[in-house]
């Protein structure tokens, strides 16, 4: 019972950096409708950045955080400009964004690997105070808390953003109809860039938590959350923000438990990918399908 | 003569390695011409490669009967998949048949038959490079034929419009799971030529990375027409050579180099690079029809 709510906990958190990824992922999808296959690197950038700036600028974590977030956001506004905005009016934007986004993902793959060099490096000691509590057996580490902490707290400030802010309605606007949004007065191109900017934004802050939490970070770390990023927004509704929330916890989990149940590693991703697989057979709008999507 | 022998000591498994990716580019193209966007591409050639090294290796199957065997196992799952699967639309589709890769992929990892992690070693090496451009130049061959025939013409108005395709009476299923198997079994027919050719496969080989590198090569080249991605593989399958010849070692100039090419392609040459050639000739004959006014 301990050992598995142990697990729970783990998958608890791991799930909420997923969510975090993922929720980056489906609001450019649920906007645009445009997969960007770009967001993992931007991810991984995020978190080399910071890295960089505790290391060789020598701030604090919690001043490098907001500057690499920042970075991410700006990465975002640059792919916008750059990939997706002299593609917009064709009539197969799906196609060619998503290609135009794989390509942005090979150039800031190869700059990452360029810059930062192809080693998998961590934060050095101490960059996070650490405490460990123990509850009845069940261990809990005060990066973990933070780790989720900053996740709910991010998650919270987007939703309230979306629901109360100027530019969030637009957004949700533009999400649900980008004529009737263009037509009502509202600056179309502005709307897309500030969703790029805090779609990545949110990427960038998902790869330093990543990279906090597992202790490495490396220019391909994008590859590894990059499907399950895939399988978390597929798996609670593609385009929904309370539905990536969850397919990553619900994500996080099942990683965590397939681990405990069979006792290796090995088929922890098998879960995933089947479930992704079965979902799009059954159910493609997803666990939170389309209806709410658009609500945001 | 001896300048021949020599080019092909040289180059000999870089020209293998370009007639490999050829057919597999080819494979998707097939997908591609009826409008689907399949990224299960390298999972097939990954049942072909397994299952045609297995049967040699296992139970001592003669060359043919290992390559035939592994082609038709890789065109029976995309049967089996294909029905339920290719309901689903452009990024979906997408979606579901990495989810698919990635499956074949773990299984690969997962099963003591196919070697585990490691992969399958001391595969007999019969493939010779006659064979490979045999099957590249049957496999053109027919999808050229292909194009001018009722299939040829079935997939093509299903790609410009599925839902006019089902009204003028296309039985838009039937075709739609044809192009995925057809695909399937050239990609099985390279898997398996490519097992024999190299001596050990990893399951990682056939992954993600695999299938998008599938797709980078047919819209280097253009998927209008069936020379686009024989020539986006050769380009880019040669790309690391030649940049190595002129100097350029460093492996994140070289990835630079791929994400810039398509996205130059991408943005300014939707139609790939085949087009160019195209667009040429078509000036050739505009200027000709309009030469008789011009000399009067």
Redesign the interface.
């Known amino acids: 019972m301990e050992v598995f709510l142990q697990q729970l906990i783990n998958g608890l958190f791991i799930g909420s950096v997923y969510g975090l990824f993922a929720v980056g992922y489906t609001l450019v999808?649920g906007v645009l409708?445009i997969?960007n296959l770009a967001h993992p690197a931007v991810f991984t950038l995020g978190g080399l950045v910071a890295l960089w700036l505790v290391e060789g600028a020598h701030l604090s974590i919690w001043a490098a955080f907001p500057l690499a977030v920042l970075f991410a956001g700006l990465l975002g506004i640059l792919l916008d400009r750059?990939?997706f905005a002299?593609?917009r009016h064709?009539a197969d934007s799906?196609?060619?964004g998503?290609?135009?986004s794989?390509?942005?993902?090979?150039?800031f793959?190869?700059?990452a690997?360029?810059i930062f060099g192809?080693r998998t490096v961590r934060f050095p000691a101490g960059t996070v105070s650490m405490h460990i509590w123990r509850f009845s057996g069940v261990t809990v580490t005060s990066l973990q808390v933070e780790i989720v902490l900053v996740a709910v707290l991010l998650m919270v400030a987007l939703t309230s953003f979306l629901h109360r802010t100027r530019i969030g309605k637009a957004i949700r606007a533009v999400a649900e109809s980008e004529r009737t949004a263009r037509l009502l007065g509202i600056h179309v191109d502005a709307v897309i860039a500030w969703t790029f900017f805090i779609s990545s934004a949110l990427g960038g802050a998902a790869g330093i938590l990543f990279g906090l939490y597992f202790d490495s970070l490396s220019p391909d770390m994008g590859?590894s959350i990059?499907?399950k990023g895939?399988?978390v927004i597929?798996l609670g509704g593609?385009g929904s923000i309370p539905g990536a929330i969850l397919g990553g916890v619900a994500f996080g989990l099942s990683e965590v438990m397939t681990v405990a149940i069979t006792g290796t590693s090995?088929?922890r991703?098998?879960v995933a990918?089947?479930v992704?697989?079965l979902i799009?057979?059954v159910r493609?709008s997803g666990l939170l399908g389309r209806g709410r999507i658009r609500e945001a | 003569m001896d300048f021949f022998t020599h080019f092909l000591a040289v180059y000999g498994s870089l020209i293998n390695f370009i007639g490999i990716n050829a057919l597999l580019a080819l494979s998707l193209y097939v997908t591609l011409s009826a409008g689907q966007l399949s990224l299960g591409n390298a999972a097939f050639a990954g049942i072909g490669a397994y299952s045609a090294g297995v049967l040699t290796m296992h139970y001592n199957a003669p060359f043919v009967v290992s390559i035939i065997t592994g082609a038709l196992l890789a065109g029976i799952v995309a049967l089996a998949i294909g029905l339920p699967v290719l309901r689903l639309r452009g990024v979906f589709l997408a979606i579901a048949t990495l989810g698919f890769g990635e499956v074949v992929r773990i299984a690969a990892v997962n099963l003591d038959i196919t070697g585990g992690a490691q992969g399958l070693v001391g595969i007999p090496n019969k493939t010779t490079t006659w064979m490979i451009f045999l099957a590249l130049a049957a496999a053109s061959y027919f999808i050229a034929r292909m194009r001018t025939s009722r299939i040829g013409w079935s997939f093509e108005s299903i790609r410009e419009d599925e839902t006019a395709a089902a009204v003028t009476g296309i039985n838009t299923t039937y075709y739609k799971t044809l192009s995925f198997t057809i695909g399937a079994i050239i990609a099985g027919l390279t898997g398996a030529l490519y097992a024999h050719l190299n001596y050990i496969i990893t399951p990682g080989e056939f992954g993600f990375s695999a299938a998008v590198n599938l797709l980078i090569y047919n819209i280097v080249g253009g998927t209008q027409y069936w020379v686009g991605p024989l020539l986006g593989a050769t380009l880019l399958t040669s790309l690391p050579e030649v940049l190595r010849g002129i100097g350029v070692t460093a492996g994140p100039i070289r990835m630079c180099v791929n994400g810039v090419i398509l996205l130059l392609v991408i943005l300014y040459l939707p139609n790939g690079l085949v087009s160019l050639f195209g667009r040429a000739s078509a000036r050739k004959t505009k200027v000709r029809a309009d030469s008789p006014s011009g000399e009067v």
């Not at chain 1, 794989?102 to 150039?107: C, F, G, L, T």
């Open positions: 999808f409708d997969l750059i990939a002299p593609l064709r799906y196609f060619s998503l290609i135009s794989i390509a942005m993902a090979i150039i793959e190869s700059a690997l360029g192809a590859r990059e499907l895939l399988a597929v593609m090995n088929l991703d098998a990918f089947t992704l697989f799009l057979l493609p």
